[in-house]
Structure formats: C-alpha cells, structure tokens
C-alpha cells in the first residue's frame, strides 16, 4: 500500500558526494520507519542506513558510518540519503523501503514496501 521511487543516482568520482532521494506515496508515509539498502554485483543487499518514523533516530551500518547521513520530511512523503567521501566499494543499486514496525532494524525482512532502486557509480 505504500509506493516507493527512488532518484538521484549516478556516475561520481571518489571523494565525491551523491543525494539520493525517495519519494512515498500511498499508505501513511509517517507510521513507517524508512531504511536504505544496496546490492553490489555477485553479492546480497545489505543494509545501509534507517530512521525512524518521526525522524529523531537514527541508525547506520559501520561501512557507512560518518560518511553517510539519512533524514525525511515527512511533510513531503520523502526520504534522503547524503552519500560523502564515497569509495568503489559504495557502487551498488540503491533501495529505499518501509517498514510499518517502525523500529530500527537493519533486517532485510522488516521492511514490507521497496522501491526499485538507482544505481550509483563510484570511480577510482
């Protein structure tokens, strides 16, 4: 019931900086607590970042920690993740998803909506 489009990736230099966004419709965007997840070629998505459903918490994986940041304006149904400092082992397809729990939980199998995500590139 909620719909998921992500935006905003690319082709980008290492060292560089990406926002990649995600816009939500359907649903009731602000009951749910809203993660970013990547998938590299030859490997299984992982979880990159989540914040929760009023946008207070926060949570990140350590490969990301201190480079990456997430936050959502729920006024506008849309989600953000500021990408700096990136690396070649940051290119992956991107994904935004929704989980009406609400926690902050890294699980893939938390998050019942996903976007169909936005490849980033990062070139050495």
């Known amino acids: 019931q909620v719909q998921l489009v992500e935006s905003g990736g690319g082709l980008v230099q290492a060292g560089g900086s990406l926002r990649l966004s995600c816009l939500a419709s359907g649903g009731t965007f602000s009951s749910c607590a809203m993660g970013w997840f990547r998938q590299a070629p030859g490997k299984e998505r992982e979880f990159v970042a989540v914040?929760?459903?009023?946008?207070?918490?926060?949570y990140y994986a350590d490969s990301v920690k201190g480079r990456f940041a997430v936050s959502r304006d729920n006024a506008k149904n849309m989600v953000y993740l500021q990408m700096n400092s990136l690396k070649p082992e940051d290119t992956a397809v991107y994904y935004c998803?929704?989980?009406?729990?609400?926690?902050?939980?890294?699980?893939?199998?938390?998050?019942?909506?996903w976007g169909q995500g936005t490849q980033v590139t990062v070139s050495s």
């Open positions: 914040i929760s459903r009023t946008g207070y918490g926060t």
């Open positions: 998803a929704a989980d009406p729990g609400g926690r902050l939980n890294p699980s893939i199998y938390n998050y019942d909506y």
